[in-house]
């Protein structure tokens, strides 16, 4: 028998396209063994037949799903969405695959954290060939700016932090970029 928890993680699943036991833990069972609850309920609703299940390649991870497995990139923008609310902050706006006049984000995130409203464009970063030069011209197009009156910070997500490159400090980037790795373990620097 389905309790109202599995309806909400059936719900989300059927929304993002999939879950993982940690992400789960963060958003329905944030608790100090929610980590063996999510990882029980999850396994029953895939055991019933509701959720399909597969390891992640980057990630090592299982994968709980219902059409389609989810990418790695998806995967890693879900566990963005999931940290954030883990760490209090209540999701006002989330959008994969991005797109505005001049880029295409691989996820915008508009987020309130203790009062204070935020936004993220996040660039996953599997392959290491994030180009900012992209979000040069967005800025200058000031999309964001006229929408939102301001420029969201541009989050590069990649397997190991990584200093900004000395091309990147010499253009006259005037917003904020911040690297973290697949962790989230430094996400104090956006909150």
Not at 15 to 32: E, P, R
């Amino acid at each position: 028998m389905l309790t109202d928890k599995d309806n909400e993680i059936l719900e989300f699943v059927k929304q993002y396209g999939g879950i993982t036991i940690n992400q789960c833990k963060s958003l329905f069972f944030n608790t100090k063994y929610g980590y063996d609850t999510a990882k029980r309920r999850l396994r029953l609703l895939h055991q019933e037949g509701y959720l399909k299940a597969d390891r992640d390649f980057l990630s090592n991870k299982i994968i709980y799903y219902n059409y389609k497995k989810l990418s790695s990139h998806k995967i890693l923008l879900l566990d963005l969405y999931s940290k954030l609310i883990g760490e209090g902050a209540e999701i006002v706006f989330f959008k994969r695959e991005f797109k505005t006049p001049g880029a295409r984000a691989d996820g915008f995130i508009i987020f309130k954290y203790k009062d204070l409203a935020k936004m993220l464009l996040v660039e996953v970063d599997i392959n290491n060939r994030t180009k900012v030069d992209k979000y040069i011209k967005c800025y200058e197009e000031g999309y964001f700016q006229k929408q939102f009156g301001a420029f969201p910070v541009v989050m590069i997500v990649e397997k190991k932090k990584k200093e900004r490159e000395k091309k990147e400090v010499n253009k006259e980037i005037k917003y904020k970029i911040v690297r973290v790795d697949y962790s989230y373990s430094d996400l104090s620097v956006i909150l």
